[in-house]
């Protein structure tokens, strides 16, 4: 499937991926479980990349993010070698959680695409946070146009 001109606008964040032999199964193609290892290290990077370093929020503040719903389809396979750019794109952001979009992409040809709902918490207890103003402001769908 290859995106639709509109959907193949520039993402609001991109992080490189490589195939290697562990990350297939069987059948030579990329598990499917490990887009979502793919996913968050995309999402990592973006937190970085917005100046939100995620062990210094822990040390700071408690808080730390944990992944609450994903919803993911699956398009087409990834192989050994591929070259893979995985997208991540805020959508919504709530008093204590964001929601992103996510996609792997060869080329301009959609592989992979998901919905993943991120919850702030405390780290001692897990219960849910207001995201810090200055962690919301970075993270905003608004911020990242």
Request: aromatic fraction near 8%; charged fraction near 25%; include cysteine.
């Amino acid at each position: 499937m290859t995106l639709p001109a509109e959907a193949a606008a520039a993402p609001a964040f991109t992080w490189p991926v490589r195939i290697y032999w562990e990350d297939t199964d069987a059948g030579g193609i990329v598990f499917y479980a490990n887009y979502l290892k793919f996913f968050e290290r995309a999402r990592t990077e973006w937190l970085r990349a917005a100046g939100v370093e995620q062990q210094l929020l822990r040390e700071q503040t408690g808080l730390i993010f944990v992944v609450a719903e994903t919803s993911l389809r699956y398009a087409q396979p990834a192989r050994l070698d591929d070259q893979l750019t995985i997208t991540v794109e805020p959508e919504a952001a709530g008093r204590a959680s964001l929601v992103v979009r996510q996609r792997a992409l060869r080329g301009d040809t959609l592989l992979v695409e998901g919905e993943i709902r991120i919850g702030c918490v405390r780290a001692h207890d897990l219960k849910p946070q207001r995201l810090p103003e200055a962690v919301a402001a970075a993270l905003s769908p608004a911020s990242q146009a």
